[in-house]
């Protein structure tokens, strides 16, 4: 996915210097836009002005309690993404941050692949939202498909839903509710790409192999390559009805969570499968549901009414 001739343009607020150049030294070489500040009032006192596609900021930043600067900002600006950066993600933590208004959550030590796919995705999808037109507020239902090969998803930054982005445009999700259920979607689709459909473990990426890269990384290119995996499909539903908006990703791996985690009901236990991907999906939407063992996730989102027509003028 491109985001065109414009660069992100980005407001850093952590107060480790360190940690400030490695942001850095990151943002300069994709040659994105950028201001650093190291507290959380000349955070605040940047927004003042000047406007920023994301805001990546530490929770431990000093000065003013910064989950109170963040919930002023989104006061002020109710679209504007933000990305918590912590070293606790677990679900209980990550979860707290997502209600306080952050669209995503960044673990240290920070994963810089993974923080260029989220940035990619946020910036298309707010520059998308302004192109789209308020015609669909005479839509009453859609259904969509789409179907990733494995390898298809390897060479996807992020991914495109454009339903979505007619529902915000319409009114029925507002702008942060859209751009939370797509990160949520495609942490669902790593997910069913990696633990699904190619079978790998989390705790591999603790294993160093003797070429210095992690087990991970190692057996996820072994089987991208090898067709029994790679030849496997993702499947992303959603359907739009009056009054929700249901999103199912289905893979074709064998679950990558224990049947024992996974209650009567669909739900997961939160103690036995804590973190952000979880807390992020939660957070997304109304109801998140897991069936086959994480092999089919459904998510629901109910939806605002829709505006009138006088809301959009002539």
Known sequence: MSIGAHPPCILLADGNEQSRQMFGTFFSGRGWSYDVVPDSSAMAGALEKGSYDIIIADVELSGPDSSGVL????EKHPSQAIIAVSPNTTYEDALKMFRSGATDLLARPVDFGWLERVVQQIVFSRRNDERERATYRFVTKEQAEMRFSCADLAQLSSISLPLVGRLAQSGMLSHTDALKIRLAVQEAVLNGLEHGNLELDSQWKE??????????SSVRRQRLADPRYSERFVYVTLEFGIGRLEITVRDEGKGFLNAHVVQANGKVDSL?????????????????????NGSVVTMIKRLHERK???DYGS
């Open 71 to 74: 919930r002023d900002i989104l």
């Open 207 to 216: 294993e160093i192999e003797l070429d210095g890269s992690d087990r991970f």
């Open 272 to 292: 036995a499968c804590s973190g952000r991907g979880l807390a992020l999906m939660s957070s997304a939407v109304d109801e998140v549901r897991f069936d086959k």
């Open 308 to 310: 009138s027509t006088e």
